[in-house]
């Protein structure tokens, strides 16, 4: 059973620091991994994507790397500001039996950006 | 274009009391997601529905949950008798298809108090 871990589970940094959220999981037989956003009150929304072949995605101030065969991933976040608060999810896509694509989600990390 | 809709946002009900919940998907979505979300975790999948079919209902907890999506659009996620455990957000997501790249968009989930 894929099991995904995301440290630290909660972060406050300053306005324009450059951070790192981490993700590790324990099955590396996986066809993609995602980041999502989840701010209070909302859904999730993803931010990038990185299929098992790729070792990173970028979109904007966002870069996200990829370790298949260490089970890990960062997600990088350059020059933070206050409307980066929000909570982080990683999301493993792979087989849960059969030809059925599932995502585990880890329990999030909460950002908290200071102005 | 708009968003996955999902109603009510809020319920509060007594616990043996039956509850529903709503959600309309993206247009031209043709797969469909139910998941649960409790306080600190990340979302589980409850059911994926293929149109009109659900195609994975493994982690349904047939004995109190049932779901239907008449006609491969909306979809209605039911708990009857409800328990002091279902309190939770429940999410509903939906993508063009169920391929790994596809990317899952979420609605922003109805949160559910049993008491």
């Known amino acids: 059973k894929q099991e995904v871990t995301q440290i630290p589970a909660a972060l406050s940094v300053p306005e324009g620091e450059n951070l790192v959220l981490n993700c590790s999981f324990t099955d590396s037989a996986i066809y993609n991994l995602q980041w999502f956003r989840q701010d209070p009150g909302k859904g999730l929304t993803s931010l990038l994507l990185i299929q098992s072949s790729q070792r990173e995605q970028t979109s904007g101030r966002l870069n996200a790397s990829l370790d298949k065969s260490s089970g890990r991933s960062t997600l990088y976040i350059a020059a933070s500001q206050p409307g980066d608060s929000a909570t982080y999810l990683c999301?493993?896509?792979?087989?849960?039996?059969?030809?059925?694509?599932?995502?585990?989600f880890g329990k999030g990390t909460l950002l908290t950006v200071n102005p | 274009e708009a968003g996955v809709v999902q109603s009510p946002r809020y319920k509060i009900i007594e616990k043996k009391q039956p509850v529903a919940f709503w959600c309309n998907p993206i247009s031209g979505h043709n797969t469909l997601y139910w998941y649960r979300q409790n306080l600190g975790q990340g979302p589980e999948l409850l059911i994926r529905?293929?149109?009109?079919?659900?195609?994975?209902d493994s982690q349904l907890p047939k004995d109190r949950f049932s779901a239907e999506r008449l006609k491969g659009v909306d979809s209605t996620l039911k708990i009857q008798p409800a328990e002091l455990g279902d309190s939770a957000v429940y999410l509903c997501?939906?993508?063009?298809?169920?391929?790994?790249?596809?990317?899952?968009?979420f609605g922003p989930g109805t949160r559910l108090t049993v008491l």
């Open positions: 529905y293929e149109n009109e079919e659900a195609v994975d």
């Open positions: 999301a493993v896509g792979g087989n849960s039996g059969g030809s059925n694509y599932k995502l585990t």
């Open positions: 997501a939906s993508s063009l298809g169920h391929r790994g790249w596809d990317t899952q968009y």
